[in-house]
Nanobody
């Protein structure tokens, strides 16, 4: 079993920054692709970013490219999402997710594990 716990959400003004953290317990992140989804009020959950086993490959939704950066520290079993130049439309609950993978690619598919979510609110 893998448990994922997100932290770092909060209220920021447009143009501000936040760093989200996803800490894993139960087993290491090794051989797991890890990523972030978000769900805004009244909207479907959408993919945000993903990172491969080694951290060498990443993939981002078009809406966050150039603004968000995903990274991982496998020694700490932690994945991060640095969010810069935040916009009101980034307001959502952000969920960490992990998928066991046969290849070192930033591919989540249908995640095997989910965190509980952390709220990010961006004011205009």
């Amino acid at each position: 079993q893998v448990q994922l716990v997100e932290s770092g959400g909060g209220l920021v003004q447009a143009g501000g920054s936040l760093r989200l953290s996803c800490a894993a317990s139960g087993r290491t992140f090794s051989r797991y692709a890890v990523g972030w989804f978000r769900q805004a009020p009244g909207k479907e959950r959408e993919f945000v970013a993903a990172i491969s086993w080694s951290g060498g490959s990443t993939y981002y939704a078009d809406s966050v490219k150039g603004r968000f950066t995903i990274s991982r520290d496998n020694a700490k079993n932690t994945v991060y999402l640095r969010m810069n130049s935040l916009k009101p439309e980034d307001t959502a609950v952000y969920y960490c997710a992990a998928t066991k993978s046969d290849y070192d690619l930033p591919t989540l598919g249908i995640p095997d594990y989910w965190g509980q979510g952390t709220q990010v609110t961006v004011s205009s």
